[in-house]
């Protein structure tokens, strides 16, 4: 019964790279949150997606940030061109439904993404 | 969009004694209120969650109270222990589209022997 996983867990990257975070959520869940953490921060919501669809995208940088999750495979988080203002810890939620009877949303342990 | 804010920010306590975290949330429409709780270097771990139509909910020694009035809700955790010690995350979450969790700015629990 595995829960929300994500690779890599950890992530160094030079300035100008690009970085992709992989999430594949629990098994049956088809919502699947980003969310940002810098240290001793709280968590900053990214973006929302359900399969093939952004649902909400309000929290992310206008540029250089994209997200997908497609039919088949894991959700990725995609930073083109990454500047050490990207450095953080990257986790990924997943959820049943934003329905009262499957809320819950479980979190994976995260990619820790250093810029060098 | 909803804003939560979050107190205190840091909490010690002896062990066996109490903590209680405080939260309040800026949209009536939210409707959904969990409670994480985040150890170093690990992802939230979800601990305890409370929906508006309840005003409390209890799980062993950690409770939670909603007040929808006030917009307010509450962690309690009793008879601390060592291992309680981490960082303790509340949320929000709306409905629809507006169903993502904001999240308050977290609470370091710190429970001494």
């Known amino acids: 019964n595995a829960g929300v996983m994500q690779n890599p867990r950890h992530l160094v990257r030079r300035r100008g790279q690009e970085a992709r975070l992989r999430c594949s959520p629990m098994?049956?869940?088809?919502?699947v949150y980003w969310y940002r953490q810098l240290p001793e921060e709280g968590l900053k919501f990214m973006v929302y997606l359900q399969k093939e669809n952004i649902i909400d995208e309000s929290g992310m940088p206008k540029e250089r940030f994209s997200a997908e999750f497609p039919k088949e495979g894991p959700s990725i988080l995609r930073i083109q061109q990454v500047v050490r203002g990207d450095s953080a810890a990257y986790f990924c939620?997943?959820?049943?439904?934003?329905?009262?009877?499957?809320?819950?949303?479980?979190f994976g342990s995260g990619t820790q993404l250093s810029v060098l | 969009g909803e804003n939560v804010e979050q107190h205190p920010s840091t909490l010690s306590v002896q062990e066996g004694d109490s903590a209680v975290i405080k939260c309040t949330y800026s949209?009536?429409?939210?409707?959904?209120f969990p409670w994480y709780k985040q150890e170093l270097g690990k992802g939230p771990q979800l601990i305890i969650d409370i929906r508006s139509n309840v005003g409390e909910k209890k799980d062993q020694r950690i409770a939670v109270t909603l007040n929808k009035t006030a917009k307010h809700f509450s962690l309690h955790i009793t008879e601390t222990q060592p291992e309680d010690s981490a960082v303790y995350f509340c949320?929000?979450?709306?409905?629809?589209?507006?169903?993502?969790?904001?999240f308050g700015t977290g609470t370091r629990l710190q429970v001494t022997l």
């Open positions: 098994k049956g869940h088809s919502h």
């Open positions: 939620a997943s959820g049943g439904s934003a329905t009262a009877t499957n809320e819950k949303l479980f």
């Open positions: 949209d009536s429409a939210s409707n959904y």
């Open positions: 949320a929000a979450r709306g409905t629809g589209t507006a169903s993502k969790l904001t």
